[in-house]
């Protein structure tokens, strides 16, 4: 087993040992604060260009339209009472971990697209980008998060996937709890 994957094993392993009764808690707040289920399944584009779902708690109403966030005109309409909370505190990205579990994705790693964000996969394709494994958090996440543009996200993904290392990604981790508890770069 490559290490990236052992490293994704054992941090999964404690994640949900220290979070299981916080995501507990946090599913059944979105259960009993909104119509619908508690985890949405995203269609996202993961390693190779392969379409898998991941899966988020749910920050939105159920009707609200299948493209990246900062493409509607007002994401705060479509809100549920809890998914500004949920979302600024990033506990909307917690399930990711049953991803990573299955293998569809790392804990560090360029974030995984929209199935419809074409620009970005083609952009990331062009640099060799796809061939990497989505993360929960990554480069670009910890370099400026929703602020920074397609181009500019795939640069970090670009430096991601030329400097990949263990101590690197150690370090985008430690950097994503910082930024996390200091609600930074979360635009929406």
Not at 51 to 73: N, W
Not at 101 to 119: E, H, I, T, Y
Request: glycine content about 6%; overall charge positive.
């Amino acid at each position: 087993m490559e290490k990236k994957r052992f490293l994704d094993l054992v941090l999964c392993a404690f994640a949900f040992a220290l979070l299981g009764v916080p995501l507990l808690i946090v599913f059944l707040a979105v259960k009993l604060t909104s119509k619908g289920p508690a985890l949405h399944w995203s269609k996202r584009i993961g390693q190779n260009n392969e379409i898998f779902l991941m899966p988020k708690f749910r920050s939105m109403r159920v009707d609200t339209p299948q493209v990246a966030t900062h493409l509607l005109t007002d994401p705060g309409q479509y809100l549920t009472p809890i998914g500004g909370f949920i979302r600024k505190t990033s506990l909307d990205e917690l399930p990711q971990l049953l991803s990573v579990l299955k293998g569809d994705m790392s804990f560090v790693g360029p974030r995984p697209a929209l199935f419809n964000q074409d620009d970005l996969r083609d952009l990331r394709t062009q640099y060799g980008v796809q061939k990497l494994k989505p993360g929960i958090t990554g480069w670009a996440q910890v370099n400026g998060r929703d602020e920074l543009p397609i181009p500019v996200k795939v640069e970090f993904d670009k430096y991601y996937l030329e400097n990949y290392s263990v101590s690197l990604d150690i370090k985008i981790l430690f950097l994503t709890v910082l930024k996390v508890l200091k609600r930074d770069g979360v635009s929406h």
